[in-house]
């Protein structure tokens, strides 16, 4: 049985649509449309429904992500301490902007709010690695640890 069939046959309801995406985003990374057109048809759940639900919360990715996904903070012990700066530095010297990949699929680029390391802001995540007290010339070398 392959995968997406795996976690439909664990549903039946349209009130599950939530924990549905959610374990389809966990094993896949993201909800291609592909699995969502096989939500709608195993489920019974209009598309335009699944998709209402996909894009209105955050936490549900439509695109795969990168290899590795840098969160750089804006939280307000990281904003006072000129995040902003180095959030533009990273769209620039990575050629994308506020949630997007890179062509090589390298990064992918998420500003988010507190990591829980505001003690060394400004911080930022990558995949499940903090950094704290970032400087420009901080983050290019640990840019190039995550080749
Ligand atoms: S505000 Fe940036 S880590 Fe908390």
């Known amino acids: 049985m392959e995968k997406i069939d795996e976690i ?3 549903y039946s309801d349209r009130s599950e649509l939530i924990d549905i995406l959610e374990d389809i985003q966990e094993a896949f990374g993201y909800l291609s449309e592909e699995n969502m057109k096989k939500v709608e048809q195993t489920i019974k759940i209009p598309l335009v429904e699944i998709y209402g639900v996909a894009t209105f919360y955050t936490s549900f990715k439509l695109k795969p992500s990168g290899r590795h996904v840098i969160k750089i903070c804006s939280g307000t012990s990281c904003h006072v301490k000129d995040a ?32 829980g390391a505001c003690a060394l802001a400004p911080a930022m995540m990558i995949d499940h ?13 640990i840019i190039e640890q995550f080749k």
Do not use: A, M, W
Request: charged fraction near 30%; hydrophobic fraction near 25%.
């Open 84 to 115: 902003d700066t180095l959030h533009s530095h990273l769209e620039e010297k990575l050629g994308i902007r506020n949630g997007e990949t890179t062509g090589d699929g390298r990064y992918t680029l998420e500003q988010v709010n507190c990591i």
């Open 8 to 10: 439909l046959s664990r």
């Open 129 to 141: 690695e903090v950094f704290g007290q970032l400087t420009k010339e901080k983050i290019d070398s």
